[in-house]
């Protein structure tokens, strides 16, 4: 017995001691040492909404260990990846992890950006967590930056303003189902606004499949999709009447590309999410409906980046002529 006793009195001495030596040269680890996790690299070609899912999904199953090894760190790489192509709930879930600790080191600014990117696609959760935490400060983080792939080499006023217009390839194919009557109102009307009348059905076919009577459930009306205020805003009286309806958005085109001085993933993205928006992300926004309708119409439109404008519109954005950076940490 009292051999026993003093074998456990030993050991636990031994085990103390060990502990003692073990702690003097390794720190516990605490929630100031968490990891950060780096920004995944950029990808290579097209990412197809299917891929973005599946990125979700594993982040998912890295974060709960369900089917595999618990990895958070793994998890947050994921999440951010499909955040970058606007993954509404990859935006929030990274965002949880960074509130809580999850794993990764803390950092509520960034955080609060990706709340805020879920939270405008409609995400009910990040926006209670964003009315918690205020207005995000600072610059968005790189798992809201616009992908590499879909960044166009951006306009220059020398090379694509009125003056000294880019070289642009045929126009493609007018869209099979553009009635006659507003194809033949197109090409006459364009080209006072200084617009390819191809872009403008390209436009009007995505928004509103050449419906004058469309109507969104952001009250956006008519064929050119405008809300009310950005009729105001160019002088369209009636709203409905298509005609008007047609002026006010190739207003608004001319307008976004002197803004965005040529720059078509930007004009089209500030077409459907706000030139607000585009300047708050520095690009197109981490939205996946923004995204997809950039692609659809570059696509439509055989590819072309850039288009010829007017700089004496407006004043340029300070969008305009960033420069890519160097992938980061991602908590950086």
């Not at 935490?133 to 166009?152: E, F, H, K, V, Y």
């Not at 207003?251 to 708050?280: I, K, P």
Request: charged share 20%.
């Amino acid at each position: 017995m009292h051999s026993n006793f003093s074998r456990q009195v030993r050991i636990g001495a031994w085990l103390l001691l060990l502990c003692g030596f073990a702690g003097a040269q390794t720190p516990s680890l605490t929630l100031d040492s968490l990891p950060r996790p780096t920004t995944p690299p950029p990808e290579v070609g097209p990412i197809v909404p299917s891929q973005v899912l599946r990125w979700r999904q594993e982040a998912l199953a890295f974060e709960y260990g369900d089917g595999v090894p618990r990895d958070l760190v793994r998890a947050a790489e994921l999440y951010c990846r499909a955040s970058r192509y606007g993954d509404p709930e990859a935006q929030y879930n990274l965002a949880w992890m960074l509130t809580h600790s999850r794993g990764i080191e803390r950092d509520d600014a960034q955080a609060a950006h990706l709340f805020a990117a879920a939270a405008e696609q409609g995400i009910v959760q990040a926006q209670n967590m964003l009315a918690a935490m205020g207005t995000p400060r600072g610059a968005p983080p790189d798992c809201l930056r616009q992908p590499d792939s879909d960044r166009p080499p951006l306009a220059t006023p020398a090379a694509a303003s009125k003056s000294k217009p880019v070289r642009q390839p045929a126009p493609p194919p007018v869209p099979a189902n553009a009635p006659e009557s507003i194809v033949k109102f197109v090409t006459l009307i364009a080209p006072e606004y200084q617009l390819a009348p191809h872009l403008v059905l390209a436009v009007m076919a995505t928004e509103s499949n050449f419906n004058a009577w469309a109507v969104s459930p952001k009250n956006a009306q008519g064929l050119m999709q405008l809300i009310p205020d950005t009729a105001a805003r160019f002088k369209v009286k009636h709203i409905t009447d298509p005609a008007q309806n047609i002026r006010g958005g190739m207003a608004y085109l001319r307008w976004l590309l002197a803004y965005f001085q040529g720059d078509l993933s930007l004009v089209l993205a500030a077409y459907n999410a706000g030139e607000g928006a585009v300047d708050r992300y520095k690009g197109v926004p981490p939205y996946a409906e923004t995204r997809s309708y950039v692609r659809r119409i570059i696509a439509a439109i055989g590819g072309q980046r850039s288009h010829p404008f007017d700089p004496n519109v407006t004043q340029p954005s300070s969008t305009v002529g960033l420069s890519s950076k160097t992938e980061t940490a991602l908590t950086r």
